[in-house]
């Protein structure tokens, strides 16, 4: 037997696609941007900087079938609390484009030469991987609604947090240097930014708990940490 | 794709056959009917000179005029207004018992037996009652009352009795059926106010079902007026006018009756007099009828 | 009338350090009705059963309408709504082999309680039916008035409380100068707001409703959604309806029912966001009719 409602249902299906889908447009963005940054190379940060209107395209196109399918077929209970959770977790994917876009912008202006400090741009591929593997893991817990899975972005989250601070600490250390202070200056906003994508992760996995209970609750901040000590950003 | 047929030949004769057929049934069947109507106008009106209406039948004898004998005395053996007068009279009792009992027992039918043992068994007793020949509510009335000379001979009211008898499961039938045509979405709306069982009956059921009501009773009253074998042994042979139902009384029907009897030519003229007026008393109470039910709301 | 457990709900009000002047009569309803608003009256239903002949088709609910709000009852067809709301006004025994069990309590009286007078159960619980039915015989003042009349209610105002009714449905306007017009010569969205006001002239305290609109087009649903909004000021009220959207918008808290069990109920927020029963959130989903 047909279930009752079958368009409302494969409309809803699609809409969470097309929604996750940005998520792997924003991992793209995310490789192509840290490639920008390792290598320095300006061309591919000028296209990171030009493809973002595909993730905008992306953001409208959810954000219309949203509307549409509220106008036209009034979603209630669990299909009411996915189609909100769609709409902010498309939201979370245009910030993280956005971000992406901020660090290709940042690219350039860091200087063509080469002149880095290796550890700091370790933490920032440690960072990338990081961000990526979150991205991944937040999709995948909106997909299979597991909230085991979307609490634990909360602890991944504590590793990028960690590891911002740590940039920030070896830049300070390296500002001695004249040649790669203003370098590492700039490394400190590609980092913030990789930290930004990661709270996004964490507020999509929000959206997945309360799809799945009903019940909005901010998950614990993970970028202040648990001592008193030194209070960053 | 389909294209639109037209009607083939055949079915357009065979159509044109059946409305012949139709047609010629439906002439058939009126052809008696024309022929009574004219009967009655033209033998009945002949029958009306002045005085028809005004004076009672009275006991005089009409000699047939015999070749070569003197001419018989002028024959005026009186008009038809005590029998009018009797049907009205006996026909207004009649009305007076059977339409308010069979009232009472279609609303106590569907308001309160509804389908239970006991309302069934009275509809199927109701339903024989329409079926029994009028001569047998005579006879009962007869057996009953005139021979055992309860309150006298043959009467008025005894007449009343048996017409009465005769009009009460018309009554009843009818007026269940319209009392039936009520919504019950008007008496749920009347009972879920408060309102006790017989107020709905009283203020929303009858009111309702009134003019239905008013329609079948007078199409009853209308078949009891024609009636002649409940009367012919119950209320007597008469002749006088009298407004009292104690007494032997006249009526259309029996005049007609006696009238027939009688090979006079005078005598039968006045019969078909009197039949036209019954028929036409008839008439005006169908019409009537007619006429409260188109302006009714229900049927 | 109600057995005597009223007189002592009266006296309380009565003994309270009152002037003899100012003695307020819980008994009749006084002309401005307004003390009426005061107080609420709530149903409680216990373990409530229904048969028809042999068949059970309410199967031991309990179940609560609060004072002055509006409950919904949604459930698809065949579930016992209609039949739950006909049991609280004792409708349901009317038809023939149908019987009720159980305990509905309207405050502390239970309806069902041995030697309860029925009328009087129905004039303080009045019925607003699917398809509008007023009195084809009456104009639109008797119809309005039938209610009084019908319970041999003697109301020296009965002018003022006629009018009075007609106001709180808002049909005032639209027929104050032809209340001796028939009834049944109104819209259908009028008619049922007529009957809406001939329940409400009896002075009831609350107002049950089957599918009210179910026979109505889309703007007279949406005019008697607000007068139900505006009553329940002063009356507690239940709806049954098919549409849940309706139910949405009108109710304070919804109820759903399924197979003759009462499945859920709970504020109607909670029922179209996060509905705690598996079935329920099937049925408002659409996953099944």
């Known amino acids: 037997m047909q279930e009752t409602r079958h368009q409302f249902r494969e409309t809803l299906k699609q809409l969470e696609a097309q929604a996750l889908g940005g998520l792997d447009l924003v991992t793209a963005q995310l490789d192509r941007s840290l490639e920008a940054v390792t290598y320095q190379d300006v061309e591919l940060a000028g296209m990171v900087v030009a493809d973002d209107d595909r993730i905008d395209g992306r953001y409208l196109e959810v954000h219309q079938g949203v509307l549409s399918l509220l106008a036209r077929q009034a979603p209630v209970a669990g299909d009411l609390r996915i189609v909100a959770a769609l709409l902010h977790i498309i939201r979370c994917v245009e910030r993280m484009g956005d971000q992406c876009v901020n660090i290709g912008k940042l690219v350039p202006l860091s200087g063509y030469e080469a002149p880095k400090d290796k550890d700091i741009l370790d933490a920032i591929e440690r960072m990338g991987q990081q961000a990526r593997l979150q991205v991944a893991q937040a999709k995948q817990a909106f997909a299979s609604r597991n909230v085991e899975l979307a609490q634990d972005l909360v602890r991944q989250d504590a590793v990028i947090n960690k590891l911002n601070r740590e940039i920030f600490r070896r830049a300070v250390e390296v500002g001695d240097d004249l040649e790669v202070r203003e370098w590492a200056m700039y490394m400190i906003l590609v980092a913030r930014c990789l930290e930004r994508i990661g709270d996004n992760t964490v507020d999509i996995a929000e959206q997945v708990v309360f799809v799945v209970t009903g019940l909005f609750r901010e998950f614990a901040d993970a970028s202040t940490p648990p001592a008193a000590g030194t209070r960053l950003s | ?299 | 009338m109600i057995p005597p457990d009223t007189e002592s709900k009266e006296q309380t009000v009565s003994t309270a350090d009152q002037p003899a002047g100012q003695q307020a009569s819980v008994s009749q309803p006084t002309p401005a009705g307004d003390e009426r608003a005061q107080g609420g009256h709530s149903i409680i239903c216990k373990d409530l059963n229904a048969y028809y002949g042999q068949f059970h088709s309410i199967k031991g609910i309990d179940f609560v309408c609060p004072a002055n709000e509006v409950t919904a009852l949604i459930g698809p067809s065949g579930s016992g709504k209609s039949t739950v709301v006909r049991c609280i006004n004792r409708m349901h025994e009317e038809i023939p082999g149908a019987r009720a069990e159980g305990s509905v309590k309207l405050d502390d009286l239970d309806v069902y309680g041995a030697g309860v007078d029925v009328t009087s159960v129905r004039r303080l619980i009045g019925m607003v039916f699917q398809k509008p039915n007023p009195f084809p015989t009456m104009s639109i003042f008797d119809n309005v008035a039938a209610g009084l009349r019908l319970t041999g209610t003697r109301s020296d105002n009965l002018r003022e409380r006629v009018h009075r009714a007609l106001r709180a449905v808002g049909l005032w306007g639209e027929v104050k100068n032809r209340l001796n017009a028939p009834g049944i010569g109104l819209s259908g969205g009028q008619q049922q707001r007529l009957c809406i006001a001939r329940t409400v002239a009896v002075e009831p305290e609350v107002i049950l409703m089957d599918e009210p609109c179910s026979a109505l087009d889309p703007v007279a649903t949406l005019k008697i959604e607000e007068l139900i909004d505006e009553l329940k000021e002063r009356y507690t009220i239940v709806i049954v309806t098919h549409n849940m959207q309706q139910a949405a918008r009108v109710a304070n808290s919804t109820a759903f029912m399924l197979d003759g069990e009462l499945i859920e109920h709970a504020p109607t927020n909670d029922i179209f966001t996060n509905p705690k029963d598996e079935r329920t959130e099937r049925y408002v989903t659409g996953k099944f009719g």
């Not at chain 2, 069947?29 to 004076?55: E, N, Q, T």
């Not at chain 2, 009672?56 to 002028?74: E, I, M, R, Y």
């Not at chain 2, 009232?103 to 106590?108: K, R, S």
Request: glycine fraction near 10%.
């Open chain 2, 1 to 299: 794709m389909s294209a639109l047929q037209l009607v083939s030949a055949r079915r357009r004769r065979t159509d044109q056959v059946m409305r012949g057929v139709l047609g010629v049934a439906t002439l058939i069947a009126l052809v008696p009917l024309a022929l009574i109507l004219f009967y009655l106008l033209s033998k009945g009106i002949g029958a009306i000179k002045s005085g028809f209406f005004s004076s009672d039948p009275n006991l005089s004898q009409c000699f047939p005029h015999v070749p070569g004998a003197p001419p018989p005395p002028p024959c005026n053996i009186g008009g038809i207004r005590s029998a009018i007068l009797g049907t009205v009279e006996i026909v207004g009792l009649a009305t007076v018992i059977a339409v308010p009992l069979g009232i009472i027992v279609a609303l106590w039918l569907t308001e309160y037996g509804k389908e239970s043992p006991l309302a069934n068994i009275v509809r199927y007793f109701v339903d024989v009652m329409t079926g029994v020949p009028s001569i047998v509510f005579g006879l009962f009335v007869y057996t009953l009352l005139v021979v055992s000379h309860v309150g006298g001979d043959a009467v008025g009211w005894k007449g009343a009795l048996a017409v009465a008898l005769l009009m009460l499961p018309i009554v009843i039938r009818s007026a269940e059926v319209v009392l039936l045509l009520v919504p019950s979405s008007l008496r749920e709306a009347a009972l879920a106010l408060g309102s006790p069982r017989w107020r709905v009956v009283t203020r929303v059921v009858l009111p309702t079902a009134g003019p239905g009501l008013i329609t079948g009773s007078l199409l009853a009253i209308a078949r009891g007026a024609g009636e002649t074998a409940p009367l012919l042994f119950t209320i007597g042979a008469a002749h006088v006018l009298t407004g009292n139902l104690g007494q032997p009384m006249n009526s259309l029907p029996t005049q007609i009756f006696s009238d027939l009897g009688q090979n006079t030519s005078a005598f039968v003229d006045r019969a078909w007099g009197a039949a036209l007026t019954l028929v036409a008393m008839i008439l005006l109470l169908n019409l009537i009828a007619r006429a409260i039910s188109r302006r009714s709301r229900l049927a």
